[in-house]
């Protein structure tokens, strides 16, 4: 079993929808949680990140962390077509500098 | 500020030839990794250096893969010999060891090396 699992994708939605991504994982002792975005043929871009539980808004961006589950999602409100990307989630542990990513989830906004 | 530095862009040779990817991480950082990213197993953590120091490199592939990092400022990962299985997107990050508040940092990633093996 991997480490972090995310669903691929693709999911397509229409421009202006909510977009929920999300990521489970099964060692409990990640603390910090990342959301990177990544264009096509570009590096990751970091997004969101957050330590340990709850919740972080950053404009059209929220991230959710849920320990008790090990679950964490990214919502986007609004969506443009500028975010179609690739999106990971990235986790590491408190004491540890490895950081594990998920897969990635491809998203296309439509016009 | 500038990112971290990735060169070359494109790498195209054949089976057998030694192949250098090069890294300049962002000035300050005292961490630097190294990832492969294909599309069937996703972006894999190679090794990674703290202060110059290879900590990790157990996700090294094979003894064909070697990962220096002689000063702050420049990392190289060699692979030698290539092979086509070894073709990917090559991508260097960086990132600082926990500040003031103690909290880890994330990762600054450059473009990466699109590696194709022939």
């Known amino acids: 079993q991997k480490e972090v699992e995310q669903d691929p994708g693709p999911l397509s939605v229409p421009e202006g929808a909510i977009v929920s991504l999300n990521c489970t994982y099964s060692?409990?002792?990640?603390?910090?949680f990342m959301w990177y975005r990544q264009y096509s043929r570009k590096g990751p871009e970091l997004l969101m990140y957050t330590y340990s539980s709850g919740n972080k808004e950053d404009g059209r961006f929220t991230a959710q962390v849920d320990k008790s589950s090990k679950y964490i999602s990214l919502f986007i409100r609004d969506s443009q077509p500028s975010d179609s990307a690739t999106y990971l989630c990235a986790m590491s542990e408190d004491n540890f500098n490895k950081f594990y990513f998920g897969s990635g989830t491809k998203l296309n906004v439509k016009p | 500020d500038a990112g971290v530095i990735q060169s070359p862009r494109h790498e195209v040779t054949e089976m057998g030839q030694e192949v250098t990817l090069r890294c300049k991480p962002i000035?300050?950082?005292?961490?630097l990794f190294w990832y492969r990213q294909t599309m069937m197993r996703g972006l894999e953590l190679l090794i990674y250096?703290?202060?110059?120091?290879?900590?990790?490199d157990s996700g090294m592939p094979e003894d064909r893969f070697s990962a220096k990092m002689p000063n702050a400022s420049f990392s190289t990962l060699k692979i030698q010999p290539s092979e086509p299985r070894d073709s990917a997107v090559y991508f260097c990050?960086?990132?600082?060891?926990?500040?003031?508040?103690?909290?880890?940092?994330?990762?600054?990633f450059g473009d990466g090396t699109r590696l194709s093996i022939l």
């Open positions: 000035s300050g950082h005292d961490y």
């Open positions: 060692n409990s002792a990640f603390q910090y």
């Open positions: 990050a960086s990132t600082h060891g926990p500040v003031v508040t103690g909290l880890r940092q994330p990762q600054h």
């Open positions: 250096f703290n202060n110059n120091v290879p900590i990790d």
